[in-house]
Nanobody, 115 residues
């Protein structure tokens, strides 16, 4: 089992920045994939950004140029630096990891961007 704990969410004004962190613990031997997803009220959960163990990244079009995903493999931690935040970025942000073809989710952290 892999446990994921997110942190760093909060309330910020439009144009501001936040940095989310997600630390993995438990039975870790090779996490292949880590990613950030978000779910706004009344909407489906969507991919925000993802990164492989080799550092290959992918972003949703809506966040390209504003968000940056990174990971520290030694600490089994993934980060999401969010700049130029917009009210439409308001959502619960979830961390996901994949190890041995099994996916794990964190409990989520709320990000609220006021206009």
């Amino acid at each position: 089992q892999v446990q994921l704990v997110e942190s760093g969410g909060g309330l910020v004004q439009a144009g501001g920045s936040l940095r989310l962190s997600c630390a993995a613990s438990g039975s870790i031997f090779s996490i292949n994939y880590m990613g950030w997803y978000r779910q706004a009220p009344g909407k489906q959960r969507e991919l925000v950004a993802e990164i492989t163990s080799r550092g290959i990244t992918n972003y949703a079009d809506s966040v390209k140029g504003r968000f940056t995903i990174s990971r520290d493999n030694a600490k089994n931690t993934v980060y999401l630096q969010m700049n130029s935040l917009k009210p439409e970025d308001t959502a619960v942000y979830y961390c996901k990891s994949v190890q041995s073809f099994r996916g794990y989710w964190g409990q989520g952290t709320q990000v609220t961007v006021s206009s």
